[in-house]
T-cell receptor, first 113, second 117 residues
Framework: AQSVSQHNHHVILSEAASLELGCNYSYGGTVNLFWYVQYPGQHLQLLLKYFSGDPLVKGIKGFEAEFIKSKFSFNLRKPSVQWSDTAEYFCAAGTGGSYIPTFGRGTSLIVHP | NAGVTQTPKFQVLKTGQSMTLQCAQDMNHNSMYWYRQDPGMGLRLIYYSASEGTTDKGEVPNGYNVSRLNKREFSLRLESAAPSQTSVYFC????????????????FGDGTRLSIL
């Protein structure tokens, strides 16, 4: 079965620091990849997605992610975080022919002003 | 522009009581999902409905039932609530896209915070 690993469970940064959150998936075939963000007390919102084409994907709010097929990875990056980026971040992966994406356990990001 | 609407937002139940969580989407999406979110566990799929008229079990279906009432609505029922079902429940829907339904993102509701005493 497909699995998604987010190795950083809790990340604490100061404003203006750079961010990289790891995401690894297990499936070797065609895969659709997503990053979602959940601000405190809110629902999950899509940050960005990848399913084909340029492996460097740009999303909302200055986030980007790079798909590296050889490493089964889809890491999320932001050059300079803001206090408002404090949230929980979820990576999800779906196989090419499935309606059911698998979610990672999430990474809690706290940004100190 | 409501998206995915869940009711209620908060609920407290006693052990053994029953309850139905409601979910409706106005985006004409085929697929709908119910998840529970627990600290450190991420999102776990309870049930999903790939299209109107079909439902399937997810990772943690025990103690729950679902009904896909029509294309818009997908309800989750707890027949006899247990303290282990204390959680935040999220409903999501997913569109079919013009070419590939599998690469469409999910749209989530605001969640139902359920406490069972």
């Amino acid at each position: 079965a497909q699995s998604v690993s987010q190795h950083n469970h809790h990340v604490i940064l100061s404003e203006a620091a750079s961010l990289e959150l790891g995401c690894n998936y297990s499936y070797g075939g065609t895969v659709n990849l997503f990053w979602y963000v959940q601000y405190p007390g809110q629902h999950l919102q899509l940050l960005l997605k990848y399913f084909s084409g340029d492996p460097l994907v740009k999303g909302i709010k200055g986030f980007e992610a790079e798909f590296i097929k050889s490493k089964f990875s889809f890491n999320l990056r932001k050059p300079s975080v803001q206090w408002s980026d404090t949230a929980e971040y979820f990576c999800a992966a779906g196989t090419g022919g499935s309606y059911i994406p698998t979610f990672g356990r999430g990474t809690s990001l706290i940004v100190h002003p | 522009n409501a998206g995915v609407t869940q009711t209620p937002k908060f609920q407290v139940l006693k052990t053994g009581q029953s309850m139905t969580l409601q979910c409706a989407q106005d985006m004409n999406h085929n697929s709908m999902y119910w998840y529970r979110q627990d600290p450190g566990m991420g999102l776990r799929l309870i049930y999903y409905s790939a299209s109107e008229g079909t439902t399937d079990k997810g990772e943690v279906p025990n103690g729950y039932n679902v009904s896909r009432l029509n294309k818009r609505e997908f309800s989750l029922r707890l027949e006899s609530a247990a303290p282990s079902q204390t959680s935040v429940y999220f409903c999501a829907s997913r569109g079919q896209g013009s070419a590939n339904p599998y690469n469409q993102p999910q749209h989530f509701g605001d969640g139902t915070r359920l406490s069972i005493l």
